[in-house]
Structures are given as C-alpha cells and as structure tokens.
C-alpha cells in the first residue's frame, strides 16, 4: 500500500474550494489549539495500566545517557518492544486491540514505527512532538474528544494507531528529566500515568482531526450519515460542523460533475491540520513485509472504497493503471493469506464485503477471498 499511497505525484491539479474554507479551518485549528492547551495544564491521568504506560516501561534505557545515544539504543530496540506488546511491525503481525483509545465499539491496529525524527527537535519541543499518530478511525463528528479508550461516539469499527517508538521515549526522557529537576525544587514529580494524559494524548488530536474531517467528506459523498459525539468538554467549543459541511458540499458536487482523477479528488479535500487527504493517506515508511500488509491495507481500505465509489467509471477511466495495481494487491493478499492474519470474523467478513464490492464495481474477475 506505501507504494500506492505515498508515490509522488508530477500533477497539482486541484479542483476549486470556497473561499469560506478558510474560515472554517481556522476556527478548527482554535478549537484544537484550546483543547489540547486544557488538557496540557490539567492534572488528569490515565490507568497505570494503560498500554502506552506499559509501554514506557518497558523501554529501561538510562535517561542520563546523551541524547543521541539514547535514541540510537531505543532505536535498536523496537523490533523487541513491539513484538512485547504485540504491536503490528514489518517483523511481526501483532494483533486486533479492543479499544484502547477508541472505546468498546472499537477494533484497533497499533502498528509499530521508527521513522527517524531529529532527537534534538524532540528535546526542544518535546510537549508539541506528535509520537503516536492516527492513520484511521471511524468517527465523523468534530467535537476532539480525547482518544481515551471512553464510549465517546455512535460510531465503532476499525481503527489504526502508529506508535513512533524512539520519538515517544525520547518524548518521555524530557519528561522525567523535567521531573527530576522538580524535585529538586522539593515538588512531587508527575507520572507517567499523567504523561500519557496530558502530552500524547492531546497530540493524537492532530490526525484525529484530520481523519474525522475526511470520514466527514467520504460519508457526504456516499450518503452515510455523520456520527455523534457522547459526551462535552468542561468548557465551551464552537462547533464549525455546518461550515466545514457547506464547503464539502460545493467540492463533493463538483467532483460529480467534472471528471476527476483519483489524486486530484484527494488532494482537492482541504483538510485542518494536514493540508489536504491525499497527504493525509501517506503511510509511516516502514519495511512493506507481509507481517505488516494486513494492517496497511485495512487502514487505507476505506479510502480505496471511496476512490473507486466516487470516480469516473469506479477509475477505469482516468486510473486504469491503479485500478489494476490495486486489484492484483488484494488478489496477492488473498493468495498468500495476509487477510487470514485478522482473526475477528466479524471485521474480516465486513472487510470481505468491501472487497467483493470493489471486484464488482471494477468489474474485476472473481477475486479468490472467501
């Protein structure tokens, strides 16, 4: 799937947005800006048993070792950490978790990454570093509440998390070192229960955003209905759901209308934090093995679904090429048993339904998935 979603593109078509767009996305971004500076200055935690907690503790390299060098020796390590906590990574298939951020309705992927990041920009501004990603979730509604593992939405399915293993204990580092010096000053320190709580979380908030806008975008344009948050803030929001709405009303129209090529409909899907969706579907670089091509895939199906709903011909007739690598990908997935590795019947029959409705719509021959 990296090949397909993260491929670069020569073309920048893009089709017109509203003006009123930025309107929109501005009010969005002052809204994750309020919640995520709430939620970075207050007190709350999560179970000690939370699985980013485990996690951390796992990781025991000495936080005085200089800096480079810790991150070097984390680096080493993921591959074993993963595997640990049974996280999905290009040596190991990991498995399905039950809502550890997205609550009971909620099958989750948490997929293990170690792309490089600059251990020296996550020192400087380690509160802001967004370690732990969303690649996918199935909510629609805009009101960011925390992925905390609460029943906070109508909505349930799959959805996919990439932990970035170096930059998350790196992350941590700064934090008990600011811990320590705390103590120095005769302070309790924090733990790292109230860590998870009140950095990463709210940094996940970032592509959850994002993700929940372009569930908003693929539901308009499918005609499924948007879902409902269960539960409020302890302080007010604007809600710029009608805004957002009205502008991908226009764009969803004019893809109607106009014959559009797959990149051009995602790139012309103005997004909040992420500029636009076709950014947004870029997969963490990781080694494309077999172990790791389950959740890849299931976390990027419902964008192909949409792909091939939305476009001329379901992209016969401006991406026959893709079309045609994306059917043999799922025809390989199918033979050599990368479906098998998802254990819950009921997502591997729905994931089963989804395919046999993209073999009919492309007119595919019988795709061998039972």
Same mark, same amino acid.
Not at 355 to 360: G, P
């Given at each position: 799937?990296?090949?397909?979603?993260?491929?670069?593109?020569?073309?920048?078509?893009?089709?017109?947005?509203?003006?009123?767009?930025?309107?929109?996305?501005?009010?969005?971004?002052?809204?994750?800006?309020?919640?995520?500076?709430?939620?970075?200055?207050?007190?709350?935690?999560?179970?000690?048993?939370?699985?980013?907690?485990?996690?951390?503790?796992?990781?025991?390299?000495?936080?005085?070792?200089?800096?480079?060098?810790?991150?070097?020796?984390?680096?080493?390590?993921?591959?074993?950490?993963?595997?640990?906590?049974?996280?999905?990574?290009?040596?190991?298939?990991?498995?399905?978790?039950?809502?550890?951020?997205?609550?009971?309705?909620?099958?989750?992927?948490?997929?293990?990454?170690?792309?490089?990041?600059?251990?020296?920009?996550?020192?400087?501004?380690?509160?802001?570093?967004?370690?732990?990603?969303?690649?996918?979730?199935?909510?629609?509604?805009?009101?960011?509440?925390?992925?905390?593992?609460?029943?906070?939405?109508?909505?349930?399915?799959?959805?996919?998390?990439?932990?970035?293993?170096?930059?998350?204990?790196?992350?941590?580092?700064?934090?008990?070192?600011?811990?320590?010096?705390?103590?120095?000053?005769?302070?309790?320190?924090?733990?790292?229960?109230?860590?998870?709580?009140?950095?990463?979380?709210?940094?996940?908030?970032?592509?959850? @955003?994002?993700?929940?806008?372009?569930?908003?975008?693929?539901?308009?344009?499918?005609?499924?209905?948007?879902?409902?948050?269960?539960?409020?803030?302890?302080?007010?929001?604007?809600?710029?759901?009608? @805004?957002?709405?009205?502008?991908?009303?226009?764009?969803?129209?004019?893809?109607?209308?106009?014959?559009?090529?797959?990149?051009?409909?995602?790139?012309?899907?103005?997004?909040?934090?992420?500029?636009?969706?076709?950014?947004?579907?870029?997969?963490?670089?990781?080694?494309?093995?077999?172990?790791?091509?389950?959740?890849?895939?299931?976390?990027?199906?419902?964008?192909?679904?949409?792909?091939?709903?939305?476009?001329?011909?379901?992209?016969?007739?401006?991406?026959?090429?893709?079309?045609?690598?994306?059917?043999?990908?799922?025809?390989?997935?199918?033979?050599?048993?990368?479906?098998? @590795?998802?254990t819950h019947n009921e997502i591997y029959e729905d994931i089963v339904r989804?395919?046999?409705?993209?073999?009919?719509?492309?007119?595919?021959?019988?795709?061998?998935?039972?």
């Amino acid at each position: 799937m990296q090949l397909f979603f993260n491929k670069i593109h020569q073309s920048n078509k893009v089709l017109p947005r509203p003006a009123s767009w930025n309107y929109a996305k501005a009010g969005l971004r002052r809204n994750i800006s309020t919640v995520v500076g709430y939620y970075q200055n207050k007190g709350f935690a999560v179970k000690s048993n939370h699985f980013l907690v485990r996690l951390i503790n796992i990781v025991s390299v000495d936080h005085s070792l200089h800096l480079e060098r810790f991150y070097e020796i984390v680096n080493a390590k993921t591959n074993r950490l993963s595997m640990n906590m049974k996280m999905t990574s290009s040596v190991y298939s990991g498995q399905l978790f039950d809502g550890i951020f997205y609550g009971p309705k909620t099958k989750e992927i948490i997929i293990a990454d170690d792309e490089y990041i600059s251990p020296y920009e996550i020192e400087k501004n380690w509160k802001n570093i967004q370690s732990v990603k969303v690649l996918d979730h199935p909510r629609s509604e805009l009101n960011l509440l925390l992925p905390n593992g609460k029943d906070s939405s109508t909505e349930g399915g799959i959805a996919s998390i990439v932990v970035n293993i170096p930059a998350l204990a790196t992350q941590y580092r700064q934090f008990a070192i600011e811990q320590h010096e705390r103590m120095g000053h005769g302070e309790s320190p924090s733990t790292t229960a109230l860590f998870v709580h009140r950095y990463v979380l709210p940094n996940m908030l970032y592509t959850h @955003q994002d993700i929940a806008l372009f569930n908003r975008f693929n539901n308009m344009a499918i005609g499924k209905p948007m879902s409902a948050g269960l539960g409020d803030h302890p302080f007010f929001l604007i809600d710029y759901s009608k @805004q957002v709405d009205d502008v991908y009303r226009d764009i969803v129209r004019r893809m109607e209308s106009i014959d559009t090529d797959f990149w051009t409909m995602l790139r012309s899907i103005p997004l909040s934090n992420t500029d636009t969706a076709l950014e947004l579907m870029r997969l963490p670089e990781v080694a494309p093995t077999r172990q790791v091509a389950w959740a890849e895939f299931l976390s990027r199906l419902k964008c192909i679904l949409f792909l091939i709903t939305s476009a001329p011909e379901h992209g016969r007739k401006l991406n026959g090429n893709d079309v045609n690598y994306l059917l043999r990908r799922i025809t390989n997935y199918t033979l050599d048993g990368t479906f098998r @590795q998802i254990t819950h019947n009921e997502i591997y029959e729905d994931i089963v339904r989804m395919i046999r409705s993209i073999a009919e719509m492309t007119s595919a021959p019988s795709i061998p998935i039972r």
